[in-house]
Structure formats: C-alpha cells, structure tokens
C-alpha cells in the first residue's frame, strides 16, 4: 500500500514539475508575449496528456482498470489544485490574478488533457490486446481449450 501511495505521490509531483518549467519558461522566456506563453501552455498540456497516456498504458497492462484509474485521478486532482492554486505564487502571480474565468479554465484545461492522455493510453493497449482484462480473458480461453471434453455416459 505504501508503494501505491508514493507512485500517486510521484506522479502527482512530476505534473506539478511539467506546470512549473512551464510557467517559468514563460515568466523569464516571453514576459509579455501573450502567443508565446500560449504555446508554451499548449505545450504543458501535450507533455502533460503523453505522460498520463504512457503511464495508463504501462499501468493498464499489469493491473485492473479502477485500480489504476484511481490512482491516476488521485495524482491528477492533487497535481491540479497544485498547479492552480501553488503554481502561480510560484512566479509571483495571485491565482486569481486573471479573473475567475481565466482560473477555471485552467481548470477544464487541466483536466481535459489528463482525460484525454489517460484515455489515449488505455484505448491503444485495449486496441493491440494488452490490457490487464484482454490478456485475462485470453488466459481463460487458453485454459478451457486445453482441458479434455467430459465423456457424459448415459
């Protein structure tokens, strides 16, 4: 239970990692240049929704899907509220420096591209068969098929 907790923890930490290079890339990179931070915004988002989509992959071969997608939205929600509410003060910005309009979409933003990631990985390795339930029911088959037909006599 202990290693759960610190992947959730690691994972949590490393999307709040991908927030701050970004924020910090467009405080002393593009102060001011609004196209610039945008597209590095987009960019977060893209790294942010390929690691969500490799690690649902991984995890969606070797275990269940409410096992993983738990600890998955547990990651994400703590890395969100990181990124909304710690991410700003970072660079000195209020979080409600934009308005309330400008927080909650961070928010949809944030957590579009987590579901999108997730969903991306977990969809591919259903598609080529390898997730936890294909590989189990392809165990099951494998089983039923090698045991010998019962003689039923009558």
Known sequence: MDKRWRDIGVLAGALFAVNVVARLVNHFGFDGDDAAADRVSLGMFLVIGLILAVLAFVWGRRRPLGDWAAD???AV???????????PLLVGDSPFAGGAGTFFAQI??????TLVGSLIGYLVATALGLDHRSQS?????ELKTTKPRRVVRR
Not at 137 to 141: D, N
């Open 108 to 113: 949809w933003f944030y957590l579009g591209a």
């Open 137 to 141: 029911l392809k165990r099951f088959a």
């Open 72 to 74: 998955i939205g547990g």
């Open 77 to 87: 929600v703590v890395a969100m509220l990181l990124t909304v509410l710690v991410g």
